[in-house]
DNA sequence: TATGAATGAGACTTCATTCAT
DNA sequence: TATGAATGAAGTCTCATTCAT
């Protein structure tokens, strides 16, 4: 089966390309990691640069496919956030040396013929805006840039991940990630969310002001069950 | 005198590294726009890497010499922020090239031999760490965690610049970034400065709580002639 | 075949070495005179270094079975010494320009890697030391120590054939050679035979000693078929 | 005074070449080692070969001049090896960084400009060679071929000193030095002494022949005031 | 005479890619 | 489809030598 050899090479990349960087990975240690020669990766690729394109490129995919699937659901903003970063960050847990690669690689000067690896952040942020965008339409958070606001969101969500895969070290701080899905957020509910909407949950007893009656705290990241088919 | 030559290839350095890459570009086109031969780069560094360090180096320098600056000055965390975000933007707009190679080979897997390139994001991360701590005595914020607080301040502003620069293209989005100073401080203080402090810049007329007599708005962003002189 | 490229590049590489030396040949050049890219060079070894290390291996190789071959006849140590010559000189006197580089480059400070260079002159010192040890024990030789004698010895053929080879000229004294063969063996024999058996080659009317009956001039050099095998 | 400058880049060149090797010596660590810049070298010298070349100049001018100091005297052919050896002995261990050079070095294809390398190991034996004509012309020594005589002993003589030296190690073994003088002369004189003349050291009582009245043991190497004039 | 920064040709080695089997 | 030996362009770095000061 040809996707079976491709996806063994993607792997291998994988390992590699995190192992010693894209530059110094060679082909050759990509196939003696696949268990095949040099020649069966031009097979099933144009060329190195092609399959690292495949890598970000099936990343992508997931994670549109994701976010489409968002899109679809009637869901806050910040279920919307919450959701994305937890599956975001699972894949992380799952495979982190693809995400180190996601972000080392992301923004090198590649040939034209790696266009995906363009793509990657554009499309996120993509989406990302649309959902500032109608969050603003349907009155949820306050007034803001939404263009700006997406890129903020994204920017600090990569050095969370940067700084748990930590230098190019075999570890994962996991520890980290779980505090930052927690605390993220929250930040986002204090910084976006409506005034007279957004509970403080520091300070449940609500000391300046009272909750209205009928008012829920709204958990900004919990179970959904009907997105993880979603994931591979 | 020697430091002329350093320094040149070093301005040369930037503009190769910004245009082609690190791993694309060569010695022979940096010698050539510095107007010296291959030889005199080795006279002045040890390797192409060197330089690529020396770079990291000089404006890591530029940065930690602002920040102990602002530390030893009696300012709010806002206004440190706000001075370094300042200072640290004018810097892109001043040098977009170098700004860019900053960002792109930050992540890169490099030779033990520049560690200032891994020293770079960990410094300045240290500095806003310590901000956050300070400010968390002086109970100028809400109860957070320091080091995630100031992992996320410097993804968000770093993607920021990132978009800026553009990918890879030559122009700078100054709008972008000058719409980003604006509104960066504005959703600092509203994701961590603390509810009965902070003064909502969006309903100036504090609608839910009374001005304090004699307390005035903070702008989070204000000329402070006494720190220009930190920049060289 | 992987042997036949690799033996094609060692070829090409005494060639190379021999007409401008170690350090002045080129990689580039070995290759054109091997007839195949420099890139495949690397393919058979590690460095250009490594290649002189191969060339001098196989000749110790050679070498060392010989010695091994003859330490296992019940041979006169006249006979040994003779023997090895003769294979010694007749390996020159087939290809002088490899012969030329054993002796010119053996005592160049290598790399650790090229080990084999180094052990090129102490497996076979310590061949010849046996030689003596054993003659001495069976009372073959005069006393002496046998380390001192298996070094004269060694020097005294290595300036032959570095004489012989000429002073990087082309071609090779092969009268002197020749000579030489003929004459060291009875000069040894004077300088180590035990006075009592030694027969004088000059004087063989023995003016000063009646040969006994039965004694027969042993010839130190003679054509001994069944090691001619020993050689490839 | 220039022959001041000259003589400690000299001094400076053979420790280096020692240490490194005449190739991978560089001309900037001589110059620092000689604390002096690379162009003073160039004012003393026309090249770094030429530098080598001058070692091997002053060396073989003290070896000249001692062998021609030798020639004038009217000693007996083993009484003019054994002060040579001597003499070339108490240079090694005067200087065994030298000694390595001199060894080292001799065998490498060199420029034409460094004829003097070429013509050290020529000039020493055409004494030696002049010396055995010399003896055999008196009937010193027994029928022997003079050039190929000469080249035997100097071969062992050189394979001792190089052995003695070490694989470019730090020390110089003293005591093989030591053997190897006073065992040589004993096997050059069994090796090339006329039988009736040569006294058999082992056997000091004469076993197979008595000894003529008058005859007097002639020690190999006595000391020679008037020739230790001739070392610098 | 001394300096030492500048030079630049040229060396070794790497490695993505090809193609005959 | 799989192989892997062969390719050769290209890159980094060295270092003997020069020459203006």
Redesign the pocket.
């Known amino acids: 089966m ?1 996707s079976d ?1 491709r996806e063994i090479i993607r792997q291998s990349a994988i390992k590699i390309f995190y192992a010693e960087g894209f ?9 003696a990691e696949a ?16 399959v690292l394109g495949y890598i970000f490129q099936v990343e992508l995919e997931k994670r549109v496919r994701y976010l489409e699937g968002l899109q679809k659901q009637d869901l806050s903003i910040a279920d919307k956030f919450g959701g994305f970063l937890a599956m975001h960050f699972a894949q992380v847990k799952e495979d982190p040396a693809l995400a180190s690669i996601l972000i080392r690689e992301r923004n090198l000067p590649h040939k034209r013929s790696v266009a995906v690896i363009e793509d990657f952040q554009a499309r996120i942020l993509e989406h990302f805006e649309g959902m500032f965008e109608e969050a603003l339409k349907k009155q949820e958070i306050r007034p803001c840039n939404p263009k700006l606001a997406a890129l903020l969101v994204f920017g600090a969500m990569e050095a969370v991940i940067s700084r748990a895969l930590g230098k190019g070290a075999g570890g994962l701080d996991r520890g980290f990630l779980e505090d930052a899905a927690r605390e993220i957020p929250m930040l986002l509910f204090r910084a976006f969310g409506l005034p007279d909407l957004g509970p403080d949950p520091d300070q449940p007893d609500g000391r300046d002001r009272q909750a209205q009656p009928g008012e829920e705290a709204q958990p900004v990241h919990q179970a959904r069950p009907e997105m993880d088919i979603l994931l591979d």
Do not use: C, L, P, W
């Open positions: 040809k050899k530059h110094q990975a060679t082909t050759d240690r990509i196939a268990g095949v020669s040099v020649g069966t990766i031009y097979n099933y690729f144009r060329s190195k640069e092609d």
